[in-house]
């Protein structure tokens, strides 16, 4: 086979979904999985129903429905599909991204999808996150073809429906939706005498998709409400916060996050200085700004509406926007004509990266995380309940493995989402009083100390 550079993009393709895949094989859960896995087991309209006591919309969970009904509850399977958006994204780079801004920029960005430390922490998690990341990257993809060409009735409609789905996946995503349509909107509004077809257009297609969210509207502001007066797990405190942030893309389980802040914003200041070049030489800049704009826009929007209300900016919630940064630094990459500089770069992002993969997949195949299921195994009787309490909520991941006894939850920390722990179905009571819950439990042989310990 000759080694050209499509064939090159290909194999980073492969391998980087073969390395991404790495951690994917295990069934441990933590919380926030187990919440995934417990409410897909219910019907569609109790998903939404449950769904709006939560903090999230609900279109993932009715992606993995869908899987519940072919599958029943797997959890290997749950957490091979988290996989594929982002094996998607590696894709579009050799697609989309190589079609419409050069060879050298698709390549990268399939890299930086594969390979940054990011990926190897979250993308196989049981959670939303990469499939928001792979709606909005599209939506980004469409919005640019849209200002970039006429507007077609199939770009728009790609669009549209993308735009929608990031929108009813995450509300990150429906930040990035909203500040990409509202840039695509002034562009045609300053555009208007030589684009009047196509302003029409996409107004209709955004009145439909302010009509098609109407339905999940009321709940956000209900979820909103709730999250604001009750208080929220999410704290800002600096200059922690800002460390998070801006250092999450290289961000794993193994490097400090000062260690991944440094690296990030070297990366950020090497890409400053290419920025510089490409104003000297007037080259194309605009697809990488706009990116970045739209990044940083949600982390600001983020960042003004935890001032205000509660606080909402969270590094994890950044992956759902992260395959904007990496366009961006792909686009201003390609630029460098040293290509021994961009060979260390993406060097040191693979080995900090195999630095993270080990941390994972040690943490994943750990041999002692099956002693305390082995113990529950081997002690829990017919009878016997699950006595959880906020501060260890990993009790949440027994229960799911173990339906059918009763979960007595003491919500000490009122968390405010009571709603939400439907999703573990009837067998779940939770109150804030522990002598009420005390009351209710059948039986009180199990070895809570032990649990404890292992949790």
Not at 184 to 211: G, P, R, S, T, W
Not at 293 to 306: E, Q, R
Not at 325 to 343: G, Q, R, S
Not at 433 to 449: C, F, G, H, V
Request: charged letters at 15%.
């Amino acid at each position: 086979m000759k080694l050209n550079s499509k064939n090159i993009h290909i194999i980073i393709i492969v391998v980087g979904i073969i390395f991404m895949l790495l951690p994917a094989f295990h069934t441990n859960i933590w919380y926030d999985e187990s919440y995934t896995v417990a409410l897909v087991n219910h019907s569609f309209s109790e998903i939404w129903t449950i769904g709006a006591n939560d903090v999230h919309p609900v279109l993932y969970y009715y992606i993995i429905k869908l899987l519940n009904l072919i599958f029943g509850t797997n959890i290997l399977i749950y957490r091979l599909f988290s996989v594929v958006p982002v094996a998607i994204l590696a894709i579009l780079g050799y697609t989309h991204i190589r079609k419409d801004f050069g060879e050298k920029t698709g390549i990268i960005f399939s890299f930086l999808i594969a390979f940054f430390p990011i990926m190897s922490r979250y993308a196989t998690e049981i959670r939303m996150y990469s499939w928001a990341m792979l709606f909005i990257t599209i939506t980004a993809i469409y919005a640019y073809r849209l200002y970039k060409e006429r507007v077609t009735n199939k770009n728009l409609i790609i669009f549209g429906i993308f735009s929608l789905f990031g929108a009813y996946t995450h509300y990150y995503g429906l930040m990035a939706s909203g500040l990409i349509n509202l840039a695509l909107f002034i562009y045609l509004v300053k555009n208007f005498k030589e684009k009047k077809v196509d302003f029409i257009k996409f107004m209709i297609c955004a009145v439909i998709q302010v009509v098609a969210y109407v339905p999940w509207l009321l709940i956000f502001l209900s979820q909103f409400g709730s999250v604001s007066s009750n208080g929220f797990w999410i704290t800002i405190s600096f200059p922690n916060t800002l460390i998070e942030v801006l250092g999450i893309q290289c961000a794993g389980r193994v490097l400090p996050k000062e260690l991944a802040f440094a690296m990030m914003l070297v990366l950020y200041i090497y890409i400053g200085y290419l920025i510089y070049k490409s104003v000297k030489e007037k080259t194309e800049m605009k697809p990488g700004i706009l990116a970045l704009i739209i990044y940083f826009g949600v982390v600001f929007a983020a960042y003004i509406i935890s001032k205000i209300t509660t606080p909402i900016l969270h590094d994890r919630y950044l992956l759902v926007v992260t395959g904007l940064i990496i366009f961006f630094i792909a686009f201003f990459m390609a630029k460098e004509k040293n290509k021994w500089i961009t060979i260390v770069i993406l060097a040191i992002i693979v080995a900090a990266s195999i630095v993270n993969m080990v941390g994972v997949m040690y943490m994943n195949y750990n041999s002692s995380n099956k002693e305390m299921l082995r113990y529950i195994d081997e002690n829990l009787k017919e009878n016997d309940s699950f006595l959880m309490y906020s501060d260890e909520i990993s009790g949440f991941a027994l229960s799911v493995k173990h339906p059918g006894h009763m979960q007595y939850f003491h919500d000490n920390n009122n968390w405010g989402a009571g709603g939400a722990y439907e999703s573990f179905g009837p067998d779940m009571y939770r109150s804030d009083n522990l002598t009420d819950i005390m009351e209710k439990a059948e039986r009180k042989n199990m070895d809570y100390k032990y649990i404890r310990r292992k949790l």
